[in-house]
């Protein structure tokens, strides 16, 4: 089965301005969560959906950061605008049902400027 | 607060010596516990589960929920084996994730 899908792969921008990243599960993978992976770092949690509801946000800096998981199927993460602190490999995962293994995406690498 | 902590950044060991990654947790209740391997240039994937005990490529990791402890381990370590490992934890019922920092571990031929 094909994986989880991210685009674009790198990102370069500058302080202040805005970003997406999408994001394709697994197909029929009804749980799709997102990651902030700073240099250094494990993987934190950003959010969580199930089908095309918000489990978690908690961890999600809402004051510049959105995310979206239209249908139930893709998703898209945004920030804006961006800062410097910002810079990070972002992860997209998705399993099949809780709390099944997630599979992960191979990562957005955003550099802020 | 729920917390993963790997103590070690960097291991190295020589290939057909043995090979322990330390993970240490601290969670209320009784969490699920991980590990997860990044090969270089792969994705992060899983590579066991306490939960389902089984050996994935001749690792292991107990679960020691005296010392809070869930080392991952492997009798001899092996060129292929190295790769940035992580441990990971969920809380019963919670279904996500928290990570520790993860361990490079490096096999010398």
């Known amino acids: 089965e094909a994986g989880v899908a991210q685009s674009p792969r790198y990102k370069i921008i500058e302080k202040r301005q805005s970003v997406a990243f999408w994001c394709n599960p697994i197909s029929g993978h009804a749980t799709l969560y997102w990651y902030q992976q700073i240099l250094g770092q494990g993987p934190k949690l950003l959010i969580q959906?199930?089908?095309?509801?918000?489990?978690?946000d908690s961890q999600l800096p809402k004051d510049r950061f959105s995310a979206e998981r239209l249908k139930g199927v893709d998703s898209t993460l945004k920030i804006q605008p961006a800062k410097l602190e910002d810079s990070a490999v972002y992860l997209c995962a998705s399993s099949p049902r809780l709390p099944d293994t997630q599979y992960f995406g191979p990562g957005t690498r955003l550099t802020v400027l | 607060a729920q917390r993963v902590t790997q103590p070690e950044k960097l291991l190295s060991v020589f290939k057909g010596a043995p090979v322990e990654l330390k993970c240490n947790y601290s969670?209320?209740?009784?969490?699920?516990l991980f590990w997860y391997v990044q090969y270089s240039r792969q994705r992060l994937q899983l590579l066991l589960r306490?939960?389902s005990r089984e050996s994935i490529k001749g690792f292991t990791a107990d679960l020691n929920k005296g010392e809070t402890s869930f080392h991952l381990k492997k009798p001899f370590a092996q060129e292929e084996d190295s790769a940035m490992y992580y441990c990971a934890a969920s809380g019963a019922g919670s279904y996500q994730l928290t990570f520790g920092k993860g361990t490079k571990l490096s096999v010398i031929p």
């Open positions: 969670y209320s209740g009784s969490p699920e």
């Open positions: 959906f199930q089908n095309n509801g918000v489990v978690d």
């Open positions: 306490h939960i």
